[in-house]
């Protein structure tokens, strides 16, 4: 059996952080992931400026916006973001770029590897090759294995469908509203240098997939896109945060449930609470100031769909109307970048 400090397990961009701070610190530290390839995964792919520069280089984007358009049943309003405060990245160039960067580091990426048991000191692959820890980092995703094993429940959790098109889209980020037609939840496309991004999402207690399918394929044909010639993919996200670290175990990123709900940021959560753990596992006095700054911007963030939730036929009447005006407004845009991209 191998002996580890640590074990993390999925190559995520929470994983990856982990896995490079810990060998860095000298930590004995491997990371053990199911795919043969990092970072293929169901992403609109954007990042902002509190990755863009700092976690990942400027250089690796795709495309770089200095504007994105949001749509509000079918009005158009034009929103100025900071010049290098949004861009796309395709998510496997994301993922190897981190990968190596933490493989420089020391600590080893196993691919192919998918973890099959988990018992309180060491974790079994597929092949019953055995890892034993001292800690044990969940970086595995929305149908997380560590969490399952932690017995953590999840009830806040919802499918994206989304195209990945050839075609080159040569327009802004856009996100489209319609909150009488399909409730709480949008539609983006998110341009890349080689392909498009076209996709939503939704829990299903709100708007059943089916019914989200339909409209979705429906808007895009009204769009001009040919989705015979991309590519539909789904996956569920987890926005159901119950709990960072259970004893030795930790959970992070979409395994943690971080992801916000309303506006599906996933990847800064992950990297974040990915360096907490490691802090943590360092240093057992530490405060998780930084994880406590994301909780709080999650919640903050995700009053408009619980709000919804609460008053579903309230906001379906006047909903459009009011995220119109508010969405033109330049002080609220203001607020609203500073929250965001920052």
């Known amino acids: 059996m191998e ?6 397990v999925g190559a995520g961009p929470g994983g990856l952080c982990a896995g490079k701070k810990l060998a860095e610190a000298g930590k004995r530290v491997v990371i053990l992931e199911k795919d043969s390839v990092i970072g293929d995964k169901v992403c609109a792919g954007g990042l902002t400026g509190k990755e863009i520069g700092k976690r990942v280089p400027k250089k690796l984007l795709g495309r770089v916006f200095d504007r994105g358009i949001v749509n509000v049943a079918g009005k158009k309003i034009i929103v100025s973001v900071p010049k290098d405060s949004v861009g796309t990245i395709p998510r496997t160039r994301l993922g190897e770029y981190m990968a190596s960067q933490t493989e420089e580091s020391g600590c080893p990426i196993l691919k192919e590897t998918e973890v099959v048991t988990i018992d309180k000191d060491h974790v079994t692959d597929s092949m019953g090759r055995e890892y034993a820890f001292k800690y044990l980092i969940g970086a595995d995703g929305s149908n997380s294995l560590v969490r399952k094993y932690l017995k953590v429940p999840t009830e806040k959790i919802g499918p994206t469908l989304q195209y990945q098109m050839p075609e080159v889209y040569e327009g802004d980020i856009e996100i489209y509203y319609d909150l009488k037609r399909f409730g709480p939840f949008y539609i983006w496309i998110f341009p890349h240098d080689t392909f498009t991004e076209v996709g939503t999402g939704a829990f299903k207690s709100v708007v059943p997939i089916s019914t989200m399918r339909t409209f979705f394929e429906g808007w895009i044909k009204e769009r001009g896109f040919d989705i015979s010639k991309g590519m539909l993919r789904s996956a569920a996200i987890n926005c159901d945060y119950r709990g960072f670290q259970f004893d030795n175990i930790f959970l992070v990123g979409d395994a943690a449930g971080l992801t916000d709900a309303f506006t599906g940021e996933g990847m800064f959560p992950a990297m ?8 943590k596992i360092l240093n057992p006095d530490y405060a998780l100031d930084n994880l406590q700054k994301i909780i709080a911007h999650k919640y903050k963030a995700e009053k408009p769909l619980w709000f919804y939730m609460k ?4 906001v379906r009447a006047v909903g459009n109307p009011l995220t119109y005006w508010a969405a033109r407004s330049k002080r609220v845009q203001k ?8």
Request: avoid cysteine; aromatic fraction near 16%.
């Open 3 to 8: 002996q580890y400090d640590v074990v993390i």
């Open 272 to 279: 974040v609470s990915g360096e907490e753990a490691v802090r």
């Open 311 to 314: 008053h579903k036929r309230f």
């Open 335 to 342: 607020k609203l970048i500073n929250t965001f991209l920052y």
